[in-house]
């Protein structure tokens, strides 16, 4: 008898195609003509059904996993067999697993980690409160539906944490690169199992590798006795993800729940930063040639800086006080930047490399009081607002994705984008101009918020005047969403256009850069807004899509200000799968807006009496107040 079932009929199962194959398991997607509706089926291989105490761990999978209903693991329908053929019927995923996502894109962005851990550790506290151990947690067990959604699958050597024989057969199944110190010496099984496994998880999501791997007598051994090296991870959760790795199961988390919280709230916790100050009235417009090094590494060099004198000042002002008691002694100069300075140095705990960040340069960090017989305090440092151009990657011809940013990102963030279409220059114009405008006037700028420019996301297609990039792929559909397809939606495309959203979502460089610029700002920022800008020849007056409902209330704000529409769906096609709509799911409010296609930058909005750029200065700022 053959052992592969393609093609073959399996009970009432038609079966369709192999889709995976385990240790212990072959799965399959077939059909189920009953209920109109496709399934997964896991198949014991004929040589192993041989076996009865396999067979025994299989059936008891069935009864076990069948009582199992959490909306982060598969749904097991049913068990059969049929001449021999031990099977299990399961929901059928539409999604990748984890393991394909780390081999396309490699690390993930911490936040969409901690969703997924979150997400598999409630299913994990789910399955363990009912006396359930999976033992098999690795990204090839994890998969993400089409709604992203992350679940848990192949409880194929799952077994109740006490009262079996099976212990010994089954207490080295599972994969050694994610195998607790307990399985490797073959311990007791428990929760805490579970929770280690999940520990490699979100370190290889985090850095895009497992911490141990060769041979597996090595591997096991790595796992008993040597320390995982923490420091490829992001300094924040470093000792979040180190706390589930620990050796003694008793010395990681109470519950798999517990990790994940943790992990969410190291990346919500932030150093305190000094108050916002006003920036210097009358600043004329700075330099805006490129610089050489990225916008957030000059955000983070600054910052430090600035902690770094603010203690010199400290420590000087102490220093004087106690050599002269009584008789206030202040610098008279603020301490040297560079290499010759000799403050001593701050060891204050750093701010998390989570994420890049951007931080405007600093000057008179340390200013002399004018009478210090007052023994007033000195005024507070002022913020010097320059506009700084940057990159966050290229395209796929290798032109370069523009990053302008200004502001101080304490609290909140304003992403604008233009040309997604590349046929759209207008909007790449509108939001240079934007740029320029809040360099010439920084005093516009609202404290605590720091805002980024991206003329486009398209500038292949703005080079060849279409609206695709180099791969004739429409950028605005290559997201990640619910509704993403690889023959998308486009207008003049009834049946939708082969290619149109990309081999993969993400599959091209400018989305993905995007993507990732994206998600790293929100790790670290509060609030984040992004406005994305199309044009169209068709409407006369400006119309703007909220990403979701979450975003209703911004896009109305800004509507208001710009005297535009508020829509709900395309005219052509609906959101889903646009990029506002992946912000959204991210958690971030987002805007699709519309503007006439014969309005230029300097063009007068009829009507209001007001230049587009001027309308859209203020509609953006209402909207970031909207919160």
């Not at 050599?323 to 010759?340: C, Q």
């Not at 082969?498 to 998600?519: I, K, Q, R, V, W």
Request: hydrophobic share 40%; net charge negative; aromatic share 8%.
């Amino acid at each position: 008898m053959r052992s592969d079932y393609t093609g073959r009929q399996l009970g009432q199962y038609q079966v369709i195609e192999q889709i995976g194959r385990g240790g212990m398991a072959v799965v399959y997607k077939a059909y189920h003509p009953a209920l109109q509706r496709y399934v997964a089926i896991k198949v014991l291989p004929e040589e192993l059904s041989r076996d009865s105490s396999f067979v025994e761990r299989f059936q008891r999978e069935a009864r076990s996993a069948a009582n199992l209903n959490h909306p982060n693991i598969v749904i097991v329908y049913d068990v059969g067999e049929t001449r021999g053929a031990h099977f299990i019927v399961m929901e059928f995923v539409e999604g990748p697993s984890l393991t394909r996502l780390l081999k396309q894109r490699g690390a993930l962005p911490p936040r969409r980690v901690a969703s997924i851990i979150t997400q598999i550790g409630s299913a994990l506290d789910y399955a363990h409160q009912r006396g359930f151990v999976h033992r098999d947690i690795k990204p090839g067990n994890i998969l993400i539906a089409a709604d992203g959604t992350a679940r848990l699958t192949d409880f194929g050597i799952v077994k109740p944490s006490e009262g079996t024989r099976l212990t010994r057969t089954g207490s080295l199944l599972g994969t050694p690169a994610y195998m607790s110190p307990e399985q490797a010496k073959d311990a007791g099984i428990g929760p805490a199992t579970d929770i280690y496994s999940l520990g490699i998880v979100a370190y290889e999501l985090l850095s895009g590798g497992v911490p141990f791997s060769g041979q597996t007598v090595a591997v096991l051994h790595a796992h008993l006795h040597d320390p995982p090296d923490l420091s490829v991870l992001p300094s924040a959760l470093r000792p979040v993800v180190g706390k589930a790795l620990a050796k003694e199961p008793q010395a990681r988390y109470e519950a798999a729940g517990a990790f994940a919280r943790a992990l969410q709230q190291a990346m919500m916790e932030r150093p305190q930063r000094a108050a916002p100050v006003t920036p210097p009235p009358n600043k004329s417009p700075s330099d805006r040639g490129r610089q050489g090094i990225p916008i957030w590494v000059w955000g983070l060099g600054a910052a430090g800086l600035g902690v770094l004198l603010l203690v010199g000042i400290a420590v000087g002002v102490l220093a004087g006080a106690l050599a002269r008691p009584g008789t206030p002694t202040v610098t008279s100069a603020p301490p040297t930047i560079g290499p010759t300075a000799t403050t001593e140095p701050d060891t204050s705990t750093p701010e998390p490399d989570l994420t890049p960040s951007f931080t405007p340069e600093r000057s008179d960090l340390s200013p002399t009081p004018e009478d210090t017989a007052t023994k007033e305090p000195p005024p507070s440092p002022t913020v010097e607002l320059a506009l700084r151009w940057d990159a966050i990657g290229w395209s796929v011809e290798g032109r370069e994705l523009s990053l302008a940013a200004i502001g101080d990102p304490a609290d909140r963030a304003l992403i604008v984008v233009g040309s997604i279409q590349g046929d759209q220059a207008g909007t790449r114009d509108l939001v240079r101009d934007l740029a320029e405008h809040f360099e010439a006037y920084p005093e516009d700028v609202p404290r605590d918020t720091a805002l980024y420019f991206i003329p486009s996301l398209n500038p292949d297609g703005n080079a060849a005047n279409s609206r695709y990039n180099a791969h004739e792929v429409d950028l605005n559909r290559n997201w990640d969403t619910a509704d993403w397809r690889s023959k998308a939606a486009v207008p003049g495309y009834a049946e939708g256009k082969a290619g149109a959203g990309g081999d993969t979502p993400f599959s091209e460089p400018e989305t993905s850069a995007a993507a990732n610029f994206l998600y790293a700002l929100s790790t670290h920022t509060d609030e984040v807004f992004v406005a994305l800008f199309h044009s169209s020849v068709r409407r006369s007056t400006g119309e703007v899509y909220p990403g979701g409902q979450n975003s209703l209330d911004v896009a109305y704000r800004y509507a208001s200000t710009a005297g535009y529409d508020v829509e709900a769906a395309w005219a052509e096609y609906t959101t889903s799968g646009e990029m506002v709509t992946w912000c959204a799911e991210q958690g971030l409010w987002a805007i699709d807006v519309v503007i006439p296609g014969s309005l230029r930058p300097s063009s007068e909005v009829p009507g209001t009496g007001r230049t587009l750029r001027a309308l859209t200065v203020q509609a953006l700022l209402d909207m970031v107040s909207a919160r």
